[in-house]
């Protein structure tokens, strides 16, 4: 471990085998694993835009494209922002990235230096994390709760606020928790990122899927905003393309010349077939974009349900397709439950100090399974949470 160590940059944080790892070693030794952990949908890509993949394949879309994206494809970025009530940008202050993933290292290797502050709401999306820690950032986690169905304030923010402060990251919807932020207290959070002069990273990957009349609100667009704000999102989500890779990000005319350089430098340029899929993706029919949401509604309202009646309190979910649920209300840690859950139940849950929560009290629970999947994950459960409560009643 010593040799490890010293061979290692000093950027790279050494952390204990991750859990999702020793969850997958328990896995691998187990038959009919239902899995509820990644964020990757269990839906098919839409026919129309696997053909489009298909005839962009047979004419010879198997070369580098331009390095920021497709022209025809960062203009129907540009249209699908301000389609749905965000800000417009100029094709060449678009970047198509492998993924929105890549986009937040980009960001954070641009924008960050040794001991600048990335503020992130806790829990929230690990590679964040991750991305802070390879920059030599410090991350400030601005901790909230279920009391606050962990949706983030303008006063939070502010609460974390210091002069080191650079870069605030807004999940909206959040992963891994669902929750959205109404847009008035959006617009407040804004309001503090104009006071203190922050950056706001605008992560936007769901704002497609919402519930119960919820609308997650573009950030660039309120009144300030515009040249601090870096809006991310891709197709990855809402139209099930997440191995397609197409993610991208879009900025201030004066920080995207450098950004494109590392992704230039790091992609060298994204996918030609996935960029022609996405193209299909963004200009074709929506009404499948609809239909996944119809989906994930279902499966929501199936698996909150089915909480209740095991006496689990959860984050009202209203965006996004997960559940984040305090399973410790069965009488363990998170972590615990969910190694059992597995290794019992044969489902597999994340918990939520994977997310960076202060707690071991929750576990994300994705909506990847359809309905009656998620009736068998609930069953299984049951079987679960009743062993482990007769266990501790007879202690």
């Known amino acids: 471990m010593t040799q490890v160590r010293t061979r290692l940059a000093h950027r790279v944080r050494q952390h204990d085998k991750h859990i999702i ?60 922002i301000v389609r749905h009530g965000g800000a417009r940008y100029a094709p060449e202050h678009i970047v198509v990235t492998p993924g929105g993933q890549q986009a937040m290292f980009i960001i954070a290797l641009g924008l960050l230096d040794a001991g600048d502050e ?26 909230m709760s279920l009391e606050t169905n962990f949706t983030l304030t303008a006063d939070m923010v502010r609460e974390h ?17 669902g929750t959205v932020i ?77 950004l494109a350089e590392i992704h230039h430098g790091l992609a060298i340029s994204t996918s030609a077939v996935g960029q022609h899929a996405a193209l299909a993706a963004l200009t074709g029919p929506q009404d499948c974009v609809e239909e996944i949401r119809r989906t994930f509604d279902e499966r929501r309202r199936v698996l909150c349900a089915g909480l ?16 984040y649920a305090r399973v410790a209300d069965v009488g363990i840690p998170a972590t615990e439950f969910c190694e059992r859950l597995l290794a019992e139940g044969r489902v597999m849950i994340f918990p939520g100090r994977i997310y960076g929560d202060h707690t071991d009290d929750f576990a994300r629970l994705s909506l ?5 999947g998620i009736r068998e994950v609930l069953r299984r459960m049951s079987e679960v949470v009743v062993s482990i409560r007769t266990e501790r009643s007879d202690s």
């Open 21 to 80: 790892t020793r969850m997958m070693d328990i896995a691998s030794g187990l038959p009919d694993v239902i899995k509820l952990g990644r964020g990757d949908p269990d839906l098919d890509t839409p026919e129309h835009i696997v053909r489009a993949g298909q005839e962009a394949l047979g004419s010879g879309a198997t070369h580098y494209t331009h390095p920021m994206g497709m022209p025809e494809l960062r203009r129907a970025i540009a249209d699908d």
């Open 118 to 143: 990335m503020l992130l709401a806790s829990p929230g999306y690990n590679p964040y994390i991750q991305a802070a820690e390879l920059t030599d950032a410090r991350l400030v986690q601005i901790r």
């Open 161 to 177: 606020v210091t002069p080191r402060s650079k870069v605030l990251v807004l999940i909206n919807p959040a992963n891994p928790t």
């Open 182 to 258: 109404p847009p008035d207290e959006v617009a407040r959070i804004c309001e503090v990122a104009v006071e203190r002069d922050l950056i706001v990273v605008s992560d936007e990957i769901y704002a497609r899927l919402t519930y119960d009349g919820h609308r997650a609100q573009p950030v660039a667009v309120l009144p300030g905003m515009r040249d601090r704000t870096i809006t991310l999102s891709g197709v990855s989500k809402a139209y099930a393309m997440t191995g397609w890779r197409v993610g991208y990000f879009a900025g201030p005319a004066d920080l995207m010349p450098a």
């Open 308 to 323: 209740d009646e095991l006496g689990i309190a959860y984050a009202k979910p209203q965006g996004a397709f997960y559940v």
């Open 368 to 372: 990847t399974q359809p309905v009656d």
